[in-house]
Structure formats: structure tokens, C-alpha cells
């Protein structure tokens, strides 16, 4: 959590807690879980452009009460997006591909037990 204190000032008004709440109730549904296929009740809004990725106040209310900039999230999906600030680094390409040659592997030496 940033510890910058417009950011403190504005997640904390009256203004956010509203928006926040507007929000999840127009989208109730994680957008990231419901682009996957699943449905999954978001309980936190994420912001799309950082609040923080402009440095003056005027522009960090804009993107704070951008109902455009808000995506409702799951905490799970919340938790990878700012953790995966670089999801499309070539590590989790990787893993990714990893995984799915695991998956392939698994069934074809099933399939080869089975024969
Ligand atoms: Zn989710
Ligand atoms: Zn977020």
C-alpha cells in the first residue's frame, strides 16, 4: 500500500468510498475471472492506470474517480495483478508454457499406461 499521502487522502474520502462501492455494484462480477470464464464476486476495485503514475494532485483525482480507469476484482486476481506488475515477463511466459507441457505429458503417459 503507498504510503503517499495524497493517495492516503484520497482513497480514505468519502468521495472513493462511494465510487468504490458504485463500482462493484455496477460490475459485481471480477472482470479478470469473468474474461477467464468463471464467476467470481469481486470485493475489490482495482485502478487500471496507477493513481500514483502521475505526480500532482489534479491528475491523481482524475485517475482516482475514473469510473473508466476502475476494474472490479476478485482478491485472488487483485493480488496477481500487483504482483505480476510485469505479467508479461518472459518468467511467467515460461512457467506458463511449463505448465501446459506438464499437462500434455500427464495425459499422454496416461494414455501410453492405458495401451
Ligand atoms: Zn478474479
Ligand atoms: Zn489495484
Redesign the pocket.
Known amino acids: 500500500m503507498s504510503r503517499n499521502p495524497i493517495y492516503i487522502k484520497l482513497i480514505n474520502s468519502k468521495r472513493w468510498k462511494l465510487l468504490r462501492v458504485d463500482k462493484l455494484k455496477a460490475n459485481p462480477i471480477c472482470e479478470v475471472c469473468e474474461a477467464k470464464g468463471m464467476s467470481t464476486l469481486a470485493t475489490?476495485?482495482?485502478?487500471r492506470t496507477?493513481v500514483e503514475s502521475v505526480p500532482h494532485e489534479m491528475g491523481m483525482k482524475n485517475l482516482m474517480f475514473d469510473f473508466n480507469n476502475l476494474?472490479s476484482?476478485c482478491h485472488a486476481c487483485?493480488a496477481e495483478?500487483?504482483r505480476c506488475a510485469f505479467s508479461h515477463s518472459k518468467e511467467s511466459i515460461q512457467a506458463n508454457n511449463k505448465r501446459a507441457t506438464e499437462r500434455f505429458e500427464d495425459k499422454y503417459l496416461k494414455h501410453i499406461n492405458v495401451i
Open positions: 475489490e476495485v482495482h485502478h496507477p476494474q476484482v487483485h495483478i500487483h
